[in-house]
T-cell receptor
């Protein structure tokens, strides 16, 4: 069964550093998402991406965040200057319109900011 | 706005016990409803879904019925197994947003532990 692949599975970074989280969505999917889950809290929507542009973003997704689909297969989330409160599990998801089966999520990247 | 509320956890059961995890929602439109499961160390997997009132989603012995009158989508299983131990998330997506970034709104998640 097709999978959404995320790398790395765990990243530790120092406060103020830039991080890039990588995702390879399912190849024929058209919509791409990032969600995050702070330990013990809800899974929260960050951003959706369709037709090479952001289609929706949450209030969490401020100027520190950016997304890109640089080569037609990878989908990246960049955090420009990490803060302690960015520590969370970040999930990538993709979706094919009319698939009817919901989103396919990756297994996540655990980001720890120290 | 849209929101999902799940029963507080964690839930601990013995094998073969009956499971109910409550989920209620508020939505401004006509949502589709989902249950996702997260096994230890893994991502979110779709467990079941329902797209309109009175639909029943089912998978792997789990069931949930979309109740518009009570705005609920409770998850049930008649006989749980140790392998069902995971975190369960209720979620909604508004119907009709296929052409936009149709976000999922999640509940808090319920940790289920099943003991042998």
């Amino acid at each position: 069964e097709p999978e959404v692949t995320q790398t790395p599975s765990h990243q530790v970074t120092q406060m103020g550093q830039e991080v890039i989280l990588r995702c390879v969505p399912i190849s024929n999917h058209l919509y791409f998402y990032w969600y995050r889950q702070i330990l013990g809290q809800k899974v929260e929507f960050l951003v959706s991406f369709y037709n090479n542009e952001i289609s929706e973003k949450s209030e969490i997704f401020d100027d520190q965040f950016s997304v890109e689909r640089p080569d037609g297969s990878n989908f990246t989330l960049k955090i420009r200057s990490t803060k302690l409160e960015d520590s969370a599990m970040y999930f990538c998801a993709s979706y094919y319109r009319w698939a009817g089966n919901g989103y396919t999520f990756g297994s996540g990247t655990r980001l720890t900011v120290v | 706005g849209n929101s999902v509320t799940q029963m507080e956890g964690p839930v601990t059961l013995s094998e073969e016990a009956f499971l109910t995890i409550n989920c209620t929602y508020t939505a401004t439109g006509y949502p589709s409803l989902f249950w996702y499961v997260q096994y230890p160390g893994e991502g979110l997997q779709l467990l079941l879904k329902a797209t309109k009132a009175d639909d029943k989603g089912s998978n792997k012995g789990f069931e949930a019925t979309y109740r518009k009158e009570t705005t609920s989508f409770h998850l049930e299983k008649g006989s749980v197994q140790v392998s069902d131990s995971a975190v369960y998330f209720c979620a909604l997506k508004l119907f009709g947003e296929e052409t936009s970034g149709s976000r999922l709104t999640f509940g808090e998640g319920t940790q289920l532990t099943v003991n042998p």
